[in-house]
């Protein structure tokens, strides 16, 4: 996730219908892990434009927890709480940063995995392991982010730098994001990037765990391997001929990878219309290929100028209506394309724009509360929709700076290092949060 402040005309649509809404009861109980349709040594499969496992449709409940590798590699007992607070919740697919590239950009996640082309954090490499291990131990999923179009982890800028010899940019220093964006779309059509990081990836999906001995491409904890979290086509200028690079590269990764790992998904990490410029023919394009198994689609109301989280009640409404619009765009798109569609980034910033877990958080809850209706209405009238990963899950971590900002040795949380600490983070203590999340994962186990 990207803040960005760029505006999107959105297309009005037929198909679909407005959110409706629902008032959620007291709801105490831990998630009944008997009423999952989630089965063990079985891997996710897409027939007929739905997932499907073990023979079931297989929808879930998923939350965004980038940093699962790393607190697995530094605090295994903060890891073990966490993942069975998400169980207990009826959370059971988490989707997770596999790659990060060290990079002197100044939010940049520090250590990462890629030390430089070629040379791995073992640390960090063994974290994963444990991660995956953990996850299959309660019958979680887990998709696996292969890089970044954001710089929060170095991501694709980084893969430049090392085969480009270019300068740095820098736009948590510069605020030229657009510039970033531009420059960042180059890595599509950098060679020895693409050979580093389809071997990065070949590295990691042949990689054998060490907690259980099974080769990532034969574990079916992995649902699907994603190619980058939120590559874009470009910035705010459309140039049809770089937006086919775009496309090119979807579709020979995606390619390259399935042929890497035919038992597991496949899908690219885009945000949808958002991450194509307002094109929709790139999205389509992108996503038209058997390489990719399922639609991806992000949902950011207070990132894209839709809400105001400082005037709130004036905003809300409109930003709500823009959302439906948006999903049932997307919605309309996968069932052309007859494929599953995963809202796997949504999210609101806790109330007054605070960052302490002890602020309220009233319209997160009632934003949280419309998106899984719809989704549960959707997937009752068999629609695209699969599942969904809200942004994002901190669970025990803390800040541990009074101006919320990561500095290394911090807890780590869901919000990534450039942004405040907290921004997005459901907390352990957000019990109404919570609650709302565990009441979706029941109305979802008794669809199916």
């Not at 950009?105 to 444990?130: C, F, H, M, N």
Request: charged residues 20%.
């Amino acid at each position: 996730m990207k803040i960005n402040t760029l505006s999107f005309k959105l297309r009005a649509v037929t198909a679909g219908t407005l959110f409706g809404s629902l008032t959620l009861g007291a709801c105490t109980a831990d998630f009944n892990a008997d009423t999952t349709i989630t089965k063990q040594g079985a891997f996710v499969q897409v027939q007929d434009g739905t997932f499907q496992l073990a023979g079931a449709p297989y929808h879930y409940v998923g939350t965004n927890y980038w940093y699962g590798a790393y607190l697995a590699a530094t605090d295994k007992a903060r890891l073990i709480r966490e993942l069975d607070l998400m169980r207990a919740r009826g959370i059971t697919n988490l989707r997770v940063l596999a790659l990060s590239e060290e990079s002197a950009l100044s939010r940049s996640v520090s250590p990462a995995i890629i030390k430089a082309p070629g040379d791995y954090d073992a640390d960090l490499q063994q974290g994963l392991d444990i991660l995956l291990a953990e996850m299959a131990a309660r019958d979680m999923k887990a998709v696996l982010y292969l890089t970044n179009f954001w710089q929060w982890s170095g991501g694709m800028s980084q893969y430049l730098v090392w085969h480009e010899d270019i300068a740095l940019n820098d736009p948590d220093i510069t605020g030229k994001w657009d510039e970033y964006i531009e420059n960042t779309t180059d890595f599509y059509r950098c060679e020895p990037c693409q050979q580093q990081y389809l071997s990065a990836a070949g590295k990691l999906i042949e990689r054998e765990n060490s907690v259980t001995g099974k080769a990532y491409k034969n574990d079916p904890t992995i649902m699907a391997w994603q190619l980058a979290n939120e590559p874009r086509s470009g910035g705010a200028n459309y140039n049809p001929e770089r937006a086919a690079d775009y496309i090119r590269w979807v579709h020979t990764s995606a390619a390259a990878i399935k042929s890497m790992a035919p038992s597991q998904l496949v899908s690219s990490g885009s945000e949808g219309l958002a991450g194509s410029q307002e094109q929709a023919e790139v999205y389509v394009k992108a996503h038209d290929t058997e390489a990719i198994d399922y639609l991806t689609v992000h949902l950011w109301i207070k990132n894209w100028g839709w809400f105001d989280v400082l005037n709130p009640e004036q905003t809300y409404g409109v930003a709500l209506e823009k959302a439906t619009r948006y999903l049932d765009t997307h919605a309309q798109i996968a069932t052309e394309l007859n494929k599953p569609l995963v809202l796997e980034e949504f999210g609101v910033e806790r109330d007054g724009g605070s960052f302490s877990p002890d602020s309220g958080t009233e319209y997160r809850d009632r934003f949280l509360t419309a998106i899984y209706t719809r989704l549960e209405q959707n997937i009752a009238e068999d629609g695209p929709f699969a599942g969904s990963n809200f942004w994002t899950f901190s669970g025990y971590g803390r800040s541990g700076n009074p101006e919320f900002l990561w500095q290394p040795g911090n807890d780590f949380l869901g919000d990534p290092p450039q942004e405040p600490q907290g921004l997005n983070s459901v907390f352990d203590s957000d019990t109404s949060t919570l609650k709302i999340i565990q009441a979706h994962a029941t109305a979802l186990a008794e669809i199916h």
